[in-house]
């Protein structure tokens, strides 16, 4: 049963990111058709609401792409280079996945709004163009998908390790005078 609660989450999670980056492509589509004009290195261009509302929402979806990963993957802490070479190799994935699906939330969300406020103002706005930022975020949504679907298996993975090896350590613990068990030292 766990088996395929893990499947449904990673499916859930790749099908947000794939409609988010969808719609950071389609907004990218709808701006394209607006009326340009360049002259040198500025651009005029008339906004487009329909491109507003597919990168807004392409935003958010990814925020909640983001948030169903970390919510049900729970948490891999890492403090410190040394506890990073100790652990697991599960572990060291899922810590260096999370990292990744971080940096991918972080460019992706920034290049979405960036595109989907310039599209926000009801006239004619002149300045430096904001070219393809709308398309470019919709693809940082794909590989997002990929690095929180690799960061949900290897989380889990590395906390069912984890369990296991409690689980273990507190079998093997020798049994005190109380019908306790002992716990053991921990060894540097």
Request: charged share 15%.
């Amino acid at each position: 049963m766990a088996g395929m609660k893990g499947i449904l989450v990673c499916i859930l999670i790749v099908i947000i990111d794939i409609v988010a980056g969808i719609l950071g492509i389609e907004a990218q589509v709808a701006q394209n058709k607006s009326k340009h004009l360049r002259v040198f290195i500025f651009e005029c261009k008339e906004p487009v609401h329909e491109a507003y509302r597919l990168g807004l929402a392409a935003a958010i979806l990814l925020l909640v792409a983001h948030a169903i990963t970390n919510l049900l993957g729970g948490c891999v802490c890492v403090c410190s280079t040394e506890e990073f070479s100790r652990s697991s190799a599960n572990k060291q994935m899922a810590a260096s996945t999370l990292l990744a699906s971080w940096i991918a939330l972080v460019v992706g969300f920034i290049m979405l709004i960036t595109g989907a406020m310039a599209n926000a103002k009801s006239k004619t706005s002149c300045g430096l163009p904001h070219r393809h930022l709308l398309s470019i975020g919709g693809i940082v949504c794909f590989i997002h998908g990929v690095f929180c679907v690799a960061y949900y298996v290897t989380a889990t993975a590395a906390s069912s390790e984890g369990e296991r090896k409690m689980t273990r350590d507190v079998g093997n613990a020798p049994p005190t005078t109380d019908g306790g068990v002992k716990p053991q030292a921990s060894q540097p």
